[in-house]
């Protein structure tokens, strides 16, 4: 026998078939293309149905691809083989920009429309009065006792925002009542753009650990907006739209930009291949228009996206869908996020392990696998029927839908919250923090990016919900923008089932439904990639 | 304890002929001699006692970690815990500030005095006690904060009202870090090597002036160098604090000690005693079979 062996060995070790693994394997690798390619062809099909690319002429193709696509192609090409982190800062700047020109979007339909400029201003005042009392009595922690301060700061607030009726007017209404109030794209400059400023200012501060450069990019943030707001109407730009856009979305792009470009010198680059494809749309837009080349006769456009629902499949619109789609997730997040946080700390940071936290347990990851339209049918159940409230409205849909998602929530907040290293609560405990102090100190602030990535992706699902609505009793189609939260609401993909069956004719299939399904996605797109990018930041930083 | 750096080159004859130059631990001879002859300045000090044991028993559900512990700790010393691992001393260590009420399974029975109040009475705060009782982990364990705020953070929570930029310099003086940081203490804690995350984790400790400083084995995650420095510290705040420190590392118990414990197997203290007297001639025949090198 140890002969045989001796002698196989001359002519090498012999072979160990390897058949079977790799029949395997190509399957393994068949299943997986098999879902990818089915997901992108439909993509694609609906994308093509909504933005028809096709129906452009040849000539609007041929200039965006000399203006666009080839200097992006080399530039992209160049950075590839040269400097990926270069790449990187540039595709980040771009994705940026596009994703807070989406959200500016909201912001205004929000700002613009829903609430009236004044009546926001009038709020953020009545906010801001009590809470700088708060950062006051903070200040003054040790000599006051905490339920004192606590009664001192929860009366403020309410004083602020109620007042006492009869006797003293609640500061929003006296905001509101003023004699002389500013315009609307003064105000929106104001606030908005007060809050760009104090984000980029303390950017800026940090980045460059200088107060004064922190101070004086928040102040041309601010500049910046107002300045957009007294030019845009010149370039046939609402004042107000101007504001909101700048302040949204060009101040904070252009603060990163800026940013990257001082502090990181091995990556700036990068940022050519930001200028390229900008510079590249805008230089192929205005060849296009004077060349006299047509577009893409694309559903998805400015008509679809800013009216109400039509008769026609041509002049029908999104409009109220999406804001319904925003104040739902406003709702669905005010809820949710205090909710499935306190649980998630509580379950991980107080609960004794005990078969009580157990059976919570089980059962919170049973809750998580119920089907949405039993969340609806509860939704129905509690606060229409037993509650009395009016069916349909913006309060009752954002309840539902954050009982939808609560249980993915505190799971996710679990996990985010399991994850700070316990030696970090050993370390607290042994310098003789309280548990309260621990958790405020400790693990919230190192938990708080994956308890964020969770709830945007919770919020993620909740934004597609469909059957929870129609449980609710909310209106098939809306005509105008919800403005309270007891008006009733639309969202956009009950729109887009209501366009698929109420209204079901070819022209609704063929021209509506593909361009609703592909504004939905782009929203759904823009809060994950919010999500990923916070991920990312949070596992690199670890 | 500064005449531990006068010792006598000359003590290594105190090395008596029981350790067997095979073990690979007592290899560097030298320095157990300078440990020897350092703890011989100490004997006959009379110092007093701050923490004392009484019989504790400390089980985790079923399995009894400790077994009737009694030890007197000395002000201002050194006391080194040693033993195998699984021995309790790492336990013991956390009875004194009451860690261990941190363990949903653990239960602690008999009583342990910190200037003869019984820590484990019904109105001692156990917060309030950790307050006066500092504590540095086996693992660096800084926050994920800067390292300014990570000096801070016992006098943020605990409510002293002091001049913070004197603490922070002053602490990372005491911890033999401020040199190397006092550049940069606003950036984060976790740039920091790890025998300076370990250090700053003293600053952090020392930071609040406790009374008792515990030290989780605190070098046995760090590189010699920076095991050596840890040392070094160690052996300086004694000076101020009471230390009790676990250590794997029977030359560094010998280095830095004033008085060893010799934990074994079941959660017993075998021998306590002065250093010197447990390295030179112990009584128990198990320790000295420990620390010779023939079982554990």
């Not at chain 1, 083989?81 to 994703?99: D, Q, T």
């Not at chain 1, 009542?177 to 606030?191: E, F, K, S, Y």
């Not at chain 1, 800013?306 to 997730?329: D, W």
């Not at chain 1, 609704?508 to 996605?521: H, I």
């Amino acid at each position: 026998m140890s002969t045989d062996t001796e002698s196989s060995y001359a002519d090498g070790f012999g072979q160990v078939s390897r058949t079977a693994g790799t029949v395997f394997r190509y399957l393994l690798l068949g299943a997986t293309m098999f879902g990818i390619v089915t997901l992108a062809v439909l993509l694609v099909y609906v994308a093509n149905d909504a933005i028809r690319p096709l129906t452009a002429d040849l000539g609007w193709h041929l200039t965006f691809f000399l203006t666009l696509v080839v200097p992006t192609a080399v530039v992209g090409g160049y950075l590839a083989r040269r400097n990926v982190p270069a790449l990187k800062l540039g595709g980040m700047v771009i994705g940026m920009l596009g994703v807070f020109l989406l959200f500016s979007g909201g912001v205004a339909i929000v700002f613009v429309d829903i609430v009236p400029p004044l009546t926001g201003l009038s709020y953020v005042v009545g906010l801001l009065v009590p809470a700088a009392l708060t950062v006051v009595l903070t200040k003054y922690e040790q000599q006051i006792p905490f339920t004192l301060r606590v009664a001192a700061t929860g009366a403020a607030f309410i004083l602020s925002l109620v007042g006492v009726p009869g006797y003293f007017h609640s500061i929003p209404e006296i905001v509101r009542q003023l004699p002389v109030v500013p315009a609307d794209w003064m105000i929106l400059t104001l606030v908005l753009g007060g809050v760009a400023a104090v984000v980029v200012g303390q950017y800026v501060a940090r980045i460059r650990e200088d107060t004064t450069a922190g101070l004086a990019a928040g102040a041309s943030a601010l500049v910046l907006t107002g300045l957009a707001a007294v030019v845009g109407p010149t370039l046939g730009v609402d004042a107000n739209a101007a504001a909101v856009v700048t302040s949204v979305a060009f101040v904070p792009t252009l603060a990163y930009a800026g940013g990257a470009a001082v502090t990181r010198e091995q990556e700036r680059i990068g940022l050519l291949l930001a200028a390229v494809v900008i510079g590249g749309s805008l230089v192929g837009a205005v060849a296009v228009d004077a060349l006299g080349f047509a577009g893409p006769q694309s559903w998805v456009d400015w008509q679809f996206l800013t009216s109400a629902h039509s008769g026609t499949a041509e002049n029908a619109g999104l409009y109220p869908a999406i804001g319904g789609s925003i104040l739902l997730m406003a709702t669905v997040a005010a809820l949710s996020f205090p909710l499935g946080v306190g649980a998630a700390v509580y379950l991980e940071e107080y609960a004794p392990d005990n078969a009580f936290t157990r059976f919570i347990d089980v059962n919170i990851s049973n809750l998580a696998g119920v089907p949405s339209v039993v969340y609806g049918l509860l939704g129905l159940g509690v606060f229409v029927t037993y509650l009395g409230q009016p069916t349909g409205t913006v309060l009752i849909g954002g309840a539902t839908l954050a009982l939808l998602i609560l249980p993915i929530v505190i799971i996710s907040s679990r996990e985010a919250i399991r994850a700070v290293p316990s030696d970090m609560r050993q370390a607290s405990y042994g310098m003789g923090a309280t548990r309260w102090q621990t958790v405020k100190n400790v693990v919230l602030p190192e938990a708080f990016p994956g308890i964020l990535t969770g709830t945007i992706l919770a919020l993620g699902r909740a934004i597609g919900e469909t059957a929870p609505l129609i449980m609710i009793g909310a209106p098939n189609v809306l005509f105008s923008l919800p403005t309270e939260l007891t008006s009733k609401v639309s969202a956009m993909p009950l729109q887009v089932y209501a366009w698929s069956s109420l209204f079901a004719s070819e022209d609704f299939y063929t021209k509506a439904v593909p361009a609703g399904v592909v504004v939905l996605l782009a929203v759904l797109l823009a809060m994950n990639s919010i999500a990923i990018v916070l991920r990312n930041k949070f596992e690199s930083e670890n | 304890m500064s005449q531990r750096d006068k010792a006598p080159e000359g003590e290594q004859q105190a090395m008596n002929g029981t350790e067997d130059p095979t073990n690979d631990e007592m290899l560097v001879e030298t320095d157990v001699s300078d440990g020897l002859s350092a703890s011989e300045s100490s004997v006959g000090r009379d110092a007093e006692t701050v923490i004392s044991s009484d019989n504790i028993n400390v089980w985790y559900g079923d399995d009894h970690a400790l077994t009737d512990i009694s030890m007197d700790i000395p002000e201002n010393s050194v006391t080194a815990m040693i033993g195998p691992s699984g021995c309790g001393k790492s336990t013991f260590l956390r009875c004194i500030n009451r860690m261990n009420d941190l363990i949903d399974v653990a239960r602690v029975e008999g009583g342990l005095t910190l200037r003869g109040k019984n820590v484990y009475d019904d109105d001692v705060d156990p917060v309030a006690l950790r307050r006066r009782v500092g504590m540095v982990f086996q693992k660096p364990n800084p926050f994920p904060k800067s390292i300014y705020e990570n000096v801070v953070y016992g006098l943020k929570i605990q409510g002293i009202d002091a001049d913070y930029d004197e603490v922070v310099e002053e602490s990372l003086k005491r911890a033999a870090l401020w040199d190397e940081v006092k550049d940069r203490l606003h950036e984060s804690g976790l740039d920091l090597s790890g025998g300076q995350q370990q250090r700053l984790c003293i600053a952090r400790a020392i930071a609040t002036d406790p009374e008792v400083l515990l030290m989780d084995e605190p070098a046995s995650a760090l590189d010699p160098v920076a095991t050596s420095q840890i040392e070094d510290l160690v052996e300086e705040l004694a000076e101020d604090y009471t230390v009790v420190i676990v250590t794997h590392n029977m030359q560094q118990a010998a280095r830095i000690s004033d008085k060893t414990a010799v934990f074994l197997t079941g959660g017993e203290l075998v021998e306590f005693n002065d250093t010197q007297k447990i390295f030179e001639n112990p009584e128990s025949q198990r320790v000295e079979d420990y620390i010779t090198g023939k079982f554990g």
